[in-house]
Nanobody, 115 residues
Framework: QVQLVESGGGLVQAGGSLRLSCTAS????????MGWYRQAPGKQREWVAT???????YYADSVKGRFTISRDDAKKTVYLQMNSLKPEDTAIYYC?????????WGQGTQVTVSS
């Protein structure tokens, strides 16, 4: 049973930065493509970024150039560095495998960006 634990969220002013972490247990992490997702109030969960096992990265247009995804396979952890944050980035952020997000979702980490 894979468990995902996200952390690093918080309250930040527009233009600020946060670094999110997601640690996975119970899986062979090195061969898994991982992704970050987010869900804003009243909206569906949406994909934000992907990092492949070979460290290729892909981003939603809304975060391209501002967010950077990375991974540390030894720690079974994926990161999301978020810079130049905007109020519309406010959401609960989750990680999961890509492309099918087939693992049970973690509790997520709340990111709130004030204007």
């Amino acid at each position: 049973q894979v468990q995902l634990v996200e952390s690093g969220g918080g309250l930040v002013q527009a233009g600020g930065s946060l670094r999110l972490s997601c640690t996975a247990s119970g899986t062979i992490f090195t061969i898994i493509d991982m992704g970050w997702y987010r869900q804003a109030p009243g909206k569906q969960r949406e994909w934000v970024a992907t990092i492949s096992s070979g460290r290729a990265s892909y981003y939603a247009d809304s975060v391209k150039g501002r967010f950077t995804i990375s991974r540390d396979d030894a720690k079974k952890t994926v990161y999301l560095q978020m810079n130049s944050l905007k109020p519309e980035d406010t959401a609960i952020y989750y990680c999961n495998r890509r492309p099918n997000s087939s693992w049970n979702w973690g509790q997520g980490t709340q990111v709130t960006v004030s204007s």
